[in-house]
T-cell receptor
Framework: DTEVTQTPKHLVMGMTNKKSLKCEQHMGHRAMYWYKQKAKKPPELMFV???????INESVPSRFSPECPNSSLLNLHLHALQPEDSALYLCASSRQGYGYTFGSGTRLTVV | QKEVEQDPGPLSVPEGAIVSLNCTYS??????FMWYRQYSRKGPELLMY????GNKEDGRFTAQVDKSSKYISLFIRDSQPSDSATYLC??????????FGAGTRLFVKA
C-alpha cells in the first residue's frame, strides 16, 4: 500500500460547526504532516508529527487542532473556522523528513 | 527575498518539446531537492528527489542540481499532453521542514 488516504474529499461547514479531517497511511512512515493549499499557491506547512508526537506547529490558530492517535492515523479537528480558512487541506507522510507521499486532499469550504 | 524562487508561468509548449523547469534558492543549508507534479484538484506527487549536487534521470525526466549556483532544474523530454500540470520544486535541509517553490503551470498542446 503506497497511498495516503484522506476523508472526506469535500467538506462544507458553517463557522460555528465542528468537523474533523482524517488521514491514514500504511507505509510505515513515521512522519506525518498537515499542509494547507490555497488556489494557485504552494502548500503551506501547518503541523508535523514525528513518531506520533507533535514536533512542529507553524503558529497555526487554535481553531485547528491536530491529533495523531497512532502511527497510521492523523486527524485535524476544526472548530469556529473563518471563510478565509477555505482551502485544500493536504495530508502527507514520509520515511525521512523529505520526499513526501501526499493524499488527494480535502477541499474545505467555510460558509 | 524568498528562500525558493520559481517562475509561476504559465509555460505552453507543443507536444514532443523538451521542457525545462527551474528554481533558484538562497539557503545554502538545503541538501535535498525534490520535484512534485500536481494535477488540478489533486495532491502533489513526488516525481524525483536528489541529494546534494548532480544529475538524476528517470525515464523522460532528468533532475539537475547545481549547489554552487543554487540552481535546480527539471527537464522533460518528449513532452505529452498528460504532462500538463503544475510542477513544484521543493527543498529541505534535512529536518522536517520542506520549502516549496510557487509552482510552474505547464501546458503541453497536442
Amino acid at each position: 500500500d503506497t497511498e495516503v488516504t484522506q476523508t472526506p474529499k469535500h467538506l462544507v461547514m458553517g463557522m460555528t460547526n465542528k468537523k474533523s479531517l482524517k488521514c491514514e497511511q500504511h507505509m510505515g512512515h513515521r512522519a506525518m504532516y498537515w499542509y494547507k493549499q490555497k488556489a494557485k499557491k504552494p502548500p503551506e506547512l501547518m503541523f508535523v508529527y514525528s513518531y506520533e508526537k507533535l514536533s512542529i506547529n507553524e503558529s497555526v490558530p487554535s481553531r485547528f487542532s491536530p491529533e495523531c492517535p497512532n502511527s497510521s492515523l492523523l486527524n485535524l479537528h476544526l472548530h469556529a473556522l473563518q471563510p478565509e480558512d477555505s482551502a485544500l487541506y493536504l495530508c502527507a507522510s514520509s520515511r525521512q523528513g523529505y520526499g513526501y507521499t501526499f493524499g488527494s486532499g480535502t477541499r474545505l469550504t467555510v460558509v | 527575498q524568498k528562500e525558493v524562487e520559481q517562475d509561476p508561468g504559465p509555460l505552453s509548449v507543443p507536444e514532443g518539446a523538451i521542457v525545462s523547469l527551474n528554481c533558484t534558492y538562497s539557503n545554502s543549508a538545503f541538501q535535498y531537492f525534490m520535484w512534485y507534479r500536481q494535477y488540478s484538484r489533486k495532491g502533489p506527487e513526488l516525481l524525483m528527489y536528489t541529494y546534494s549536487s548532480g544529475n538524476k534521470e528517470d525515464g523522460r525526466f532528468t533532475a539537475q542540481v547545481d549547489k554552487s549556483s543554487k540552481y535546480i532544474s527539471l527537464f522533460i523530454r518528449d513532452s505529452q499532453p498528460s504532462d500538463s500540470a503544475t510542477y513544484l520544486c521543493a527543498m529541505s535541509a534535512g529536518g522536517f521542514k520542506t520549502i516549496f517553490g510557487a509552482g510552474t503551470r505547464l501546458f503541453v498542446k497536442a
